[in-house]
């Protein structure tokens, strides 16, 4: 006696959720945006610098990327180079990341600072 309570109650619940779902037909299509037009820069404002898109980088580990042995040779670089409390030489870490380590720490010597032999590598 109960399961076609049950039945028909379920059933009404499924009906009423799809009466809810969107209108359809050509009157219930969504308004249009309205087109608005290109912003203008005005006469007296200073110079921009254009955005430049960043390089997308690859998200696989550098292992995967340069094998081990090239993964391994990026990471002792980094780690004879980086200051950082935890590098990010890791060779589980993107290549360009590990590169990017790398070059952070070389450029924070000082002109006429002797740079390890890994900065010039």
Do not use: F, W
Not at 38 to 49: I, K, L, R, T
Not at 89 to 113: S, V
């Amino acid at each position: 006696m109960r399961l076609p309570i049950l039945l028909t109650a379920a059933l009404l619940l499924v009906s009423a959720c799809d009466q809810q779902a969107a209108p359809k037909g050509p009157d219930a299509a969504a308004p249009a945006a309205e087109a608005t037009p290109d912003p203008v820069m005005p006469a007296d404002a200073p110079p921009q610098e254009e955005a430049i898109a960043p390089v997308e980088a690859s998200s696989t580990s550098c292992t995967l990327d340069q094998g081990s042995d090239g993964a391994m040779e990026l990471v002792r670089r980094c780690m004879a180079v980086s200051t950082a409390s935890h590098p990010p030489c890791n060779p589980e870490n993107p290549c360009q990341l590990i590169q990017d380590e790398i070059d952070r720490a070389c450029a924070a010597y000082k002109p006429g600072e002797t740079k390890p032999a890994e900065c010039a590598a």
